[in-house]
Structures are given as structure tokens and as C-alpha cells.
């Protein structure tokens, strides 16, 4: 595939993001998509990665990561991996489409990814726990969570996303070496603005 040819599927792509998902996703939408693709391009170069076969299969799993929310909200990752195969059916072979659906459902929470390039999108993914544009980023995961009934009010989403801190760590040596110092910063004044709040 093209330089040429991945930035117009890329287009498609985002344009179908932008005009068909719901409102009410904040976070899950085209601006994410876009900041995990470039991410996931930045951590793969930092890790050493040169293969382009692989680097492009990794492009189109970014691209395609979040697509499942155009039809659905919950377990999204599956339908994401489906819609992959029909809209690159022609482009790639059976085994490629497979890794690209291993990519994508790596970033199911809880990750597990299993393999280096799995690492790779799953810090991709969740590279803004570490980054100084955290608080709008999580704020908008934090609307979209209220607007979906993930959680019912802000005490239930500081509780479940100090939860997320404490459980979620970096693969890559990149990611843990450029974001996850800022991360574990950022646990302890969550859990200090919650005590704050709360009186605990």
C-alpha cells in the first residue's frame, strides 16, 4: 500500500467517524483516532521498528480501533475487527486482517496485549494518562461516561478512574519512559482532590 493510498483511506476513515458517531462520545471519536494513530507511529519508530509491512499494519488497526462504535457501544473492539475485514477485504490477505483484529482487540480493557506491536497500540491508546493535556482529555472520557450511564455521577468516575490509574501500566519501554513518571504523579493528586472532596 501507498503513502498515497493509506492517506485517503485515512480520510475515509475519519470523515465516517466525524459524521456518524453519536454526539454524546466525547472522547471516543475522530480526534482520538487520529492522536492513537500518531502515537502509535511514534512509539513503533522510538521501539526501533523498521518493517513497513508491520508499521502498516499497525496504521490501519489505529484507524480502525474505535470504528465498533459506529454500531455499537459495548464489546465495540469485535465489531470494529468486522468492519475492518469488509472495508480492507480487497487490500490485505486473511493473515494480515488477522493481525490487524489482534491489534484491535489487544485494546480491550483490561489490555493483554501478546505481542511487541500489541504494546505498542495499547500504549498508544492510553498515551494521555501520561501527557499534560490529561485534564480535557479526561474530562471528555468523563462526559461520555455520564451520557452513556457507565457511571451515574463524579464520585463514581473519580472512584473508577483512580480504579483505572492503579490497575493500568505501560508495555513499551518508550511509553514508561516518557509518560508514566507524569502518571504516577497524577494517581496521587487524584487521590488527593477525592479525599479532598469526599473527607476521606
Not at 512509539?43 to 489505529?62: D, P, R, S, V, W
Not at 518508550?174 to 502518571?183: D, M, W
Request: proline share 2%.
Amino acid at each position: 500500500m501507498t503513502v498515497a493510498e493509506f492517506e485517503e483511506i485515512k480520510r475515509k476513515v475519519l470523515r465516517q467517524l466525524e459524521d456518524q458517531l453519536p454526539e454524546n462520545l466525547t472522547y471516543h471519536n475522530a480526534s482520538h483516532t487520529a492522536d492513537v494513530l500518531e502515537q502509535a507511529q511514534y512509539i513503533a519508530q522510538q521501539e526501533g521498528f523498521t518493517n513497513e509491512e508491520e508499521i502498516m499494519l499497525l496504521k490501519i488497526a489505529a484507524l480502525f480501533h474505535d470504528t465498533g462504535f459506529l454500531k455499537v457501544y459495548k464489546n465495540h473492539e469485535a465489531k470494529g475487527c468486522a468492519i475492518v475485514r469488509v472495508q480492507m477485504q480487497h487490500i490485505f490477505d486473511e493473515a494480515a486482517l488477522e493481525k490487524i483484529c489482534g491489534l484491535i482487540m489487544a485494546t480491550k480493557i483490561p489490555q493483554k496485549p501478546l505481542t511487541p506491536l500489541e504494546e505498542i497500540i495499547c500504549d498508544a491508546d492510553l498515551d494521555y494518562l501520561g501527557r499534560e493535556d490529561f485534564g480535557p482529555i479526561s474530562n471528555a472520557l468523563r462526559l461520555e461516561f455520564l451520557a452513556n450511564n457507565i457511571v451515574k455521577n463524579d464520585r463514581e468516575w473519580q472512584e473508577k478512574q483512580i480504579s483505572f490509574f492503579e490497575q493500568h501500566k505501560y508495555f513499551t519501554a518508550t511509553s514508561n519512559s516518557k509518560r508514566n513518571s507524569r502518571k504516577q504523579e497524577r494517581l496521587q493528586e487524584l487521590k488527593t482532590i477525592f479525599s479532598l472532596q469526599y473527607g476521606l
